[in-house]
């Protein structure tokens, strides 16, 4: 096991492009997590599954943003039409179940030139 | 107004002091308390879960919750300089699991 996998692990596009980010959990973990992390602030929550179901999103999650997670294994965060504004950090956690602490991947570096 | 307040630091400590780190929140529903270390373009790593008040240790890390006074805090014994990161704090309800409120982060230096 290598922990949360996140690929790519920096993305520079333009704006107004569609970018997608994917995230492979602990093997053994059904509860997946998404945050967003812009530089000197804490992780923001974007949203999170328990299995292949999206219990909660964020109102941070605008129609642009999308995530999956089929057959509750690995999970893709796509964002439409970037802006500038979603230049950041995106975080990808793992955990076995409720009452355990996250295991965060390395994130991936998103830059909206 | 934030739901958890986190000093930004920068705090500067020799090597071998006790590093002393606190968060304070306003929503007594938090349950669930953790400590993430965060290096420089890395993901944050889980250090300490704690549930509801009282004290934890392992190893060099103390967590402490008071929820009657809403002020958590974390404690790094012998400190090193490999302990120089950003250290957040992260809290959670019982109803809602999946989203963690966390803290802005304080910046530790451990100087040789």
């Known amino acids: 096991d290598t922990g949360v996998s996140q690929d790519p692990r920096h993305k520079i596009t333009k704006r107004g492009q569609n970018v997608t980010f994917r995230c492979d959990p602990i093997s053994e973990h059904n509860r997946l997590y998404w945050y967003r992390q812009t530089l000197g602030q804490g992780p923001e929550f974007l949203t999170y599954f328990q299995n292949e179901a999206q219990l909660e999103k964020s109102r941070l999650l605008s129609d642009r943003f999308s995530a999956e997670r089929p057959k509750g294994s690995f999970s893709t965060l796509e964002i439409q039409r970037t802006e500038q504004g979603d230049s950041a950090m995106y975080l990808c956690?793992?955990?076995?179940?409720?009452?355990?602490?996250?295991?965060f991947g390395s994130g991936t570096r998103l830059t909206v030139v | 107004q934030k739901e958890v307040e986190q000093d930004p630091g920068p705090l500067s400590v020799p090597e071998g002091a006790i590093v002393s780190l606190n968060c304070t929140y306003s929503n007594s529903a938090f349950q669930y308390f953790m400590w993430y270390r965060q290096y420089s373009r890395k993901g944050p790593e889980l250090l300490m879960y704690t549930y509801s008040s009282g004290n934890k240790e392992d190893g060099r890390f103390t967590a402490q919750v008071d929820k009657s006074s809403k002020y958590i805090s974390l404690f790094i014994r012998d400190s090193q300089p490999s302990d120089s990161a950003t250290y957040l704090c992260a809290m959670n309800t019982a109803d809602s699991w999946g989203k963690l409120q966390f803290g802005a982060g304080t910046q530790v230096v451990v100087t040789p």
């Open positions: 956690a793992s955990s076995p179940g409720q009452a355990y602490g996250y295991t």
